[in-house]
């Protein structure tokens, strides 16, 4: 036989021997049994993500109208808290390496999620606001079990959720429940790696496997870098999302930090100072206008009621200056009756030549001067009773006049110094204002350079 035909037998023998090892391969049930268990682990892998993106849309929806119907900061503040950490530990779970430990671990946020909001949000802080929010998450711990129908037992199902109560029951004051994880709080019971299937243990034992150990190591190599390309590709693509929801935190922390609200309180104290001076502008013209009538009806009334008593007294006066001149009148008269009276009875002197004789002694004469005696002396007792009731009248409504004077003079200045008050402290406050607000922007320029 010819080179060439042992050459081609050769050929024929192998491509035989190599059908027959695939087809056998292909026959073999462990094989195959093992490329299907890759097969529904790579399907819980994508329904582990797809349902991550599902209850985070939907937590966070739920939260924000929650949300709006807040007032305090503060549980603003704890609202995005819960929805930041709930949508990264969904996302991390997503993106984990075993999609049945991926599976598990997102029934457990699920279940221990809904506690937490059953316990401290609905019988807790918040009451009958929080019933949506507690609703929505009932319906998303329903559909995170059906995520291991194909993976766990009945039985396993059972341990598990037996499991789940069991750390609630010694943990129910934690809030934090994000991060737990299915592997984290089942050794925490005790439980051991390895065990019979069918017992409490055999949880652990399925997240132990690999959907990659049948695989050609070259070939298994191959896959595990896809699979890792696929979850950054995953994370990075919800990474926007978990930015925004940090930031949004971030502005409520500012909200609740005692230097921002101090900040924010200066700012409407030097609004509110800001439109009191405005008004203050505008209400001036109109103030001093109103003063300055006020203060000129005061003074119109003032007079207008003196104005009688004035005239009374002025009148009384008058009367008061006509006797007294009646009384002069009468005292004059009765002088020069007194002069004539002196005259007769004066003696004569002995020089010169003799006069001619006077008149002869009247009895009248005496009786004239009486009576203009007793006449003045009437007119002088009405002039002093007159006096003495015109000067008190006139001494007390010139004293009231005074005080009234007084009284719209004094009431002008403080006015007018209240209001040089009112602008000087505007404007200090104003500067203070000013001079801490340039303070608090200059330090974080300071620290920035």
């Known amino acids: 036989m010819s080179f060439t035909l042992r050459l081609v037998a050769c050929g024929v023998a192998l491509a035989v021997v190599i059908c027959g090892c695939q087809t056998i391969e ?9 490329e299907e268990r890759t097969q529904q682990l790579q399907r819980v892998q994508l ?10 849309g939907r937590s966070r929806e739920v939260v924000y109208q929650f949300q709006s119907g807040l007032t305090s900061p503060e549980e603003r503040l704890a609202a995005q808290n819960w929805i930041v950490q709930q949508a990264s530990s969904a996302y991390t779970i997503a993106s984990g390496a075993n999609p049945v430990s991926n599976a598990l671990d ?3 946020l699920a279940s221990l999620s809904r506690m937490v909001i059953d316990d401290e949000w609905v019988h807790g802080e918040y009451g009958e606001r929080a019933r949506a929010v507690q609703q929505t998450q009932q319906a998303l711990e329903s559909e995170a079990w059906q995520l291991v129908d194909g993976i766990l037992t009945p039985e396993q199902r059972g341990k598990l959720r037996e499991l789940v109560m069991q750390w609630r029951a010694q943990h129910p004051k934690v ?3 994000a991060y737990i994880h299915f592997r984290d709080f089942a050794e925490s019971f005790g439980i051991p790696e390895t065990a019979a299937a069918g017992g ?3 949880l652990l034992s399925i997240v132990g496997i690999d959907p990659l150990s049948n695989l050609d190591p070259a070939v298994k190599e191959i896959a595990q870098t896809r699979q890792l390309a696929e979850r950054a590709i995953y994370y990075m693509q919800r990474t926007p999302d978990l930015l925004d929801m940090q930031v949004g935190r971030l502005t409520y922390q500012f909200a609740v930090m005692p230097e921002n609200r101090s900040l924010l309180a200066s700012v409407d104290r030097v609004s509110l100072i800001g439109s009191a001076s405005d008004r203050l502008v505008d209400d001036l013209p109109r103030l001093l206008e109103r003063e300055r009538s006020a203060l000129v009806a005061q003074l119109t009334a003032a007079l207008n009621s003196q104005s009688a008593t004035l005239g009374t007294l002025a009148g ?4 008061a200056l006509q006797a007294g001149t009646d009384t002069a009148t009468a005292v004059n008269g009765a002088l020069q009756t007194f002069e004539r009276i002196s ?11 003799p006069k001619p004789p006077g008149p002869p002694f009247d009895i009248r004469h005496y009786t004239e001067m009486l009576a203009q005696a007793a006449a003045t002396a009437r007119e002088l007792e009405t002039l002093a009773q007159r006096s003495d009731v015109l000067a008190p009248a006139l001494r007390s409504a010139t004293q009231d006049a005074g005080a009234q004077v007084r009284g719209i003079i004094d009431r002008l200045f403080v006015l007018l110094v209240l209001l040089v008050l009112v602008i000087a402290a505007a404007a200090l406050l104003a500067a203070l204002a000013y001079r801490r ?7 974080p320029a300071a620290r920035a350079l």
């Open 437 to 443: 607000l340039s303070a608090r922007f200059e330090r």
């Open 316 to 319: 009384q006066l008058r009367t």
């Open 106 to 108: 997102m029934v457990v």
């Open 26 to 34: 292909r026959v073999d049930p462990r094989k195959r049994a093992a």
């Open 175 to 177: 809030k934090a429940v």
């Open 200 to 202: 409490s243990s055999s």
């Open 343 to 353: 005259g007769q009875f004066a003696p004569k002197p002995d020089s010169g030549p």
């Open 47 to 56: 329904e582990v993500m797809r349902f991550a993106d599902e209850y985070v």
